[in-house]
């Protein structure tokens, strides 16, 4: 059996878990506190959710570039993107208005990769995986 990872479902599914920890999370799970839990502003999980974007993109973009369809412009939102998450980071008292812009140039980066793939012609086919 052939098992094939498709890693720009995962971008966009690490990207959207990064977004409903920020956005939603605070407002459901205010009582994680007093249970002595705290993944809200939690700055060591924000820093691995960031870490965990930036890992499956990074591989999911190359290949999709290397193999695929030779296009810089989802490189291009990604990174924007990223230094979002980053900047959010630093800039923390603005994240909410950081935030939405950079989770979604992730997701459209992954998307555009994707289908950037699968509208690939594979005219060398000698170095493109199906």
Not at 3 to 24: E, K, T
Not at 32 to 38: A, E
Not at 60 to 78: E, V
Request: hydrophobic share 50%.
């Amino acid at each position: 059996m052939n098992f094939r990872v498709n890693w720009d479902a995962m971008g966009v599914a690490a990207s959207l878990a990064c977004a409903i920890h920020c956005a939603i999370l605070p407002l459901l799970l205010t009582s994680l506190p007093v249970l002595g839990i705290n993944i809200i502003d939690n700055e060591a999980f924000e820093y691995f959710m960031i870490v965990l974007a930036f890992g499956i993109g990074v591989y999911s973009l190359r290949h999709g570039y290397k193999k695929h369809h030779h296009s810089t412009l989802p490189i291009i939102m990604f990174s924007i993107g990223i230094s979002g998450l980053i900047a959010k980071q630093i800039w923390h008292k603005y994240q909410l208005w950081i935030l939405p812009f950079a989770v979604l140039l992730i997701v459209a980066a992954h998307l555009m990769n994707f289908r950037a793939c699968r509208v690939h012609n594979h005219a060398h086919e000698d170095d493109c995986d199906h």
